[in-house]
C-alpha cells in the first residue's frame, strides 16, 4: 500500500512549503497533478480519483484540510478512500496530534512542523510595561522566524487575549485557555483593543507600502510602546 504523506503542524509557513515541494517534486516525475479542498470532495470524486492513471499519464492528488471540519460517517469513508490513492499528499492548517494520528489509516504519514520555543515563549510571556523583557523575548523569536509569520502569529495571540477577556468560548485545549487567562488578566481589555488596533494599521500600511520602516524594525517599536 502506499503511503499517503500529511503535511501540518501550527507552522504553516514551514508545513506549505514542504506541500508545496512534495507537489514539485512530483511534477518532475512527470505525475498528473489534481488538486482538490478537502471540503469539496465526496465520496464519488474520491471513487473516481483512486484510479492511478490519466490519458496524461501517472495521477497524483494533493488535497488541502481535509482532516479539518466536521465529522461525519461519508468523511470517515473519503478519508478511508484517500487511503487507497496510488499517490496523494495533503496539507493541514493546523496540528495533529499523536492521539488523533492513530485513528487514520496506517499508511498516513504525519509530517509535523512544530513552532519555534522561542516564538512561543515570546507570545506567552508578552506582558505590559515589561519593555526590557519583551524586547529580549522578541530579537530572540525574530532571528529564526520571517517577521512576516511572526505579526500573524503576534495577532493572532492578541485576538485570542481580547476573546478571553470577552468570555468566548475557544475550541482550544483546557491548558492552552489556562495560559491564555493567566496572561489576560495581566492587560486591560481597552489596553488590548488598543494593541490590536495598532496592529491592524501596521497591517494595512503594510499592504498599502507606507510602513517607514521595515516590518522587523516596525514590530519591534510596536513592542516597546506595549
Not at 469539496?40 to 496524461?56: G, I, K, Q
Not at 497524483?60 to 461525519?72: D, F, H, M, Q, V
Not at 485576538?159 to 468570555?167: H, Q, V, Y
Request: proline share 3%; glycine share 4%; net charge positive.
Amino acid at each position: 500500500m502506499n503511503q499517503v504523506y500529511i503535511y501540518c503542524g501550527d507552522d504553516i509557513v514551514s508545513s506549505r512549503k514542504a506541500f508545496v515541494g512534495h507537489i514539485e517534486a512530483l511534477k518532475n516525475k512527470n505525475f498528473d497533478i489534481e488538486k482538490i479542498e478537502g471540503k469539496d470532495l465526496t465520496l464519488e470524486m474520491a471513487e473516481n480519483l483512486s484510479l492511478p492513471t490519466t490519458l496524461f499519464g501517472q495521477r497524483a492528488i494533493a488535497i488541502e484540510n481535509l482532516l479539518s471540519g466536521t465529522k461525519s460517517k461519508e468523511k470517515e469513508k473519503i478519508i478511508e478512500r484517500v487511503g487507497l490513492f496510488s499517490s496523494c499528499v495533503i496539507w493541514e492548517g493546523k496540528e495533529i496530534g499523536k492521539t488523533d494520528q492513530i485513528k487514520y489509516p496506517k499508511n498516513f504519514v504525519f509530517k509535523n512542523f512544530k513552532l519555534p520555543q522561542t516564538l512561543y515563549f515570546f507570545l506567552e510571556s508578552l506582558l505590559p510595561g515589561k519593555i526590557k523583557e519583551n524586547l529580549q523575548n522578541y530579537r530572540k523569536a525574530i532571528e529564526i522566524t520571517e517577521p512576516s509569520f511572526l505579526f500573524l502569529m503576534l495577532a493572532r495571540q492578541i485576538r485570542l487575549l481580547l476573546l478571553i477577556k470577552e468570555e468566548a468560548m475557544l475550541k482550544m485545549a483546557p491548558w492552552q485557555i489556562s495560559r491564555l487567562k493567566n496572561q489576560a488578566k495581566l492587560f486591560d481589555k481597552k489596553e488590548l483593543k488598543e494593541i490590536y488596533r495598532k496592529l491592524l494599521e501596521i497591517d494595512y500600511r503594510q499592504k498599502t507600502s507606507s510602513l517607514p520602516f521595515s516590518l522587523e524594525d516596525q514590530l519591534e517599536l510596536f513592542i516597546m510602546e506595549i
